[in-house]
C-alpha cells in the first residue's frame, strides 16, 4: 500500500558530500520510524540511521554517527539522509524504508515493512 522512492545518488569525490530523500506515497502513513540502510554487492542490507516518526528521536550505526544526519518532515512524508565526509567504503546502493505503526527494533532489516528502489552512491577515492 505505501511506496517509498529514494533518489540523490550519485557519484562524489572521497571527502564530499550527498544528499539522499525518500518520499512515500499512500492512503495513509504512520510509520513507526523509517530508516536507512545501505547494501554492497553480494552482502546483506546494513543499518544506516532510523528516526522515530513521532517525535523525531534519531538512531545511528556507530560508523555512521557524526557524518551522516537523518531528518523528517511528517506533513509531506518525506525523510532526508545527508550524507558528510563520504569515504570510499561507503560506496553502496542506499534504501529507505518504513516500518508499521507498532514498535519495532529500528536497526532489524527483516523488520520493516515497505522499501525503496535504493539509489546508488559511489564514491572515488
Known amino acids: 500500500q505505501v511506496q517509498l522512492v529514494e533518489s540523490g545518488g550519485g557519484l562524489v569525490q572521497a571527502g564530499g558530500s550527498l544528499r539522499l530523500s525518500c518520499a512515500a506515497s499512500?492512503?495513509?502513513?504512520?510509520?513507526?520510524?523509517m530508516g536507512w540502510f545501505r547494501q554492497y554487492p553480494g552482502k546483506e542490507r546494513e543499518f544506516v540511521a532510523a528516526i522515530f516518526w513521532n517525535d523525531g528521536r534519531t538512531f545511528y550505526a556507530d560508523s555512521m554517527k557524526g557524518r551522516f544526519t537523518i531528518s523528517r518532515d511528517n506533513a509531506k512524508n518525506t525523510m532526508s539522509l545527508q550524507l558528510n565526509s563520504l569515504k570510499s567504503e561507503d560506496t553502496a546502493v542506499y534504501y529507505c524504508a518504513a516500518t508499521g505503526p507498532s514498535p519495532s527494533l529500528v536497526v532489524l532489516a527483516s523488520l520493516y515493512e515497505n522499501w525503496g528502489q535504493g539509489t546508488q552512491v559511489t564514491v572515488s577515492a
Open positions: 499512500g492512503r495513509t502513513f504512520s510509520p513507526y520510524a
